[in-house]
C-alpha cells in the first residue's frame, strides 16, 4: 500500500522567512497530493493541492511542487506570518477498487517566530 | 450549509462501554471517511464509504464498525471501548472531479470528537 513520509516533523523560522515542507510518497499509482494546515485544536483544512498532470502550482506565498520521478512533493511558504503557524500534513490519494483514499505524512509543526 | 458535522465533540468512556460518534454532512458527497489522529502519527483512516450501503476498512479498523444508510450519514461505532481508542476522531466528506483526466477529491474534515477511555 502507500506510505508517506514527511520531512521535518519540526521546523522554527523567522518571520519573512521561507519555509520548505518536504513529502516522499511509495505508490506510482498516487495522481493527487493535498496539503493541509491544522491549526491548535481545529480541524484540518485544505491550503492548496496538487494533480500529477503539473509540476508546480502557486496560490500567493504558498506553492506546492511535485516530481512523480523521484515521487516527492514539497510544500513552499514565501514570507512567513505568525499566523502560519500550524501543523502541516501532506497526504497521496491511492485509487483503489472502490473509490480514493488517503494516506498522510505525520505532520510538521512549523513555528513562525516574530 | 453547516457542512460536516460531529457529535459529541468531548466524551469519557470507560473500558468496556460501547458508543456512536456521529458524522453528517449536507453537501452531497458521496465519500465519507473515518479519521483518527493521535499525536506523532497523523491521521490514520479506519473506514470509509463511497456511497449509500457501500463501506470498507482503512488502516486501522479494528474495534469499530460503520454503516452507511444514507447519503448524509456515517456513524463510527465503537462496540467496546479500550484505553488504546482514546484519540481525536475527524470525519471527512467528498466529491470526486475529473479535471483534464486526473481525477481528484477534496476532502472536508469535521470538528473533531476528542475521545478518552479511562
Known amino acids: 500500500g502507500e506510505n508517506v513520509e514527511q520531512h521535518p516533523s519540526t521546523l522554527s523560522v523567522q518571520e519573512g522567512d521561507s519555509a520548505v515542507i518536504k513529502c516522499t510518497y511509495s505508490d506510482s499509482a498516487s495522481n493527487y497530493f493535498p496539503w493541509y494546515k491544522q491549526e491548535l485544536g481545529k480541524r484540518p483544512q485544505l491550503i492548496i493541492d496538487i494533480r500529477s498532470n503539473v509540476g508546480e502550482k502557486k496560490d500567493q506565498r504558498i506553492a506546492v511542487t511535485l516530481n512523480k520521478t523521484a515521487k516527492h512533493f514539497s510544500l513552499h511558504i514565501t514570507e512567513t506570518q505568525p499566523e502560519d503557524s500550524a501543523v502541516y500534513f501532506c497526504a497521496a490519494i491511492l485509487r483503489d477498487n472502490y473509490g480514493q483514499n488517503f494516506v498522510f505524512g505525520p505532520g510538521t509543526r512549523l513555528s513562525v517566530l516574530p | 450549509n453547516a457542512g460536516v458535522t460531529q457529535t459529541p465533540k468531548f466524551q469519557v468512556l470507560k473500558t468496556g462501554q460501547s458508543m456512536t460518534l456521529q458524522c453528517a454532512q449536507d453537501?452531497?458527497?458521496?465519500?465519507m471517511s473515518w479519521y483518527r489522529q493521535d499525536p506523532g502519527m497523523g491521521l490514520r483512516l479506519i473506514h470509509y464509504s463511497v456511497g449509500a450501503g457501500i463501506t470498507d476498512q482503512g488502516e486501522v479498523p479494528n474495534g469499530y464498525n460503520v454503516s452507511r444508510s444514507t447519503t448524509e450519514d456515517f456513524p463510527l461505532r465503537l462496540l467496546s471501548a479500550a484505553p488504546s481508542q482514546t484519540s481525536v476522531y475527524f470525519c471527512a466528506s467528498s466529491y470526486s472531479s475529473t479535471l483534464a483526466g486526473v481525477g481528484y477529491n477534496e476532502q472536508f474534515f469535521g470538528p473533531g470528537t476528542r475521545l478518552t477511555v479511562l
Open positions: 453537501m452531497n458527497h458521496e465519500y
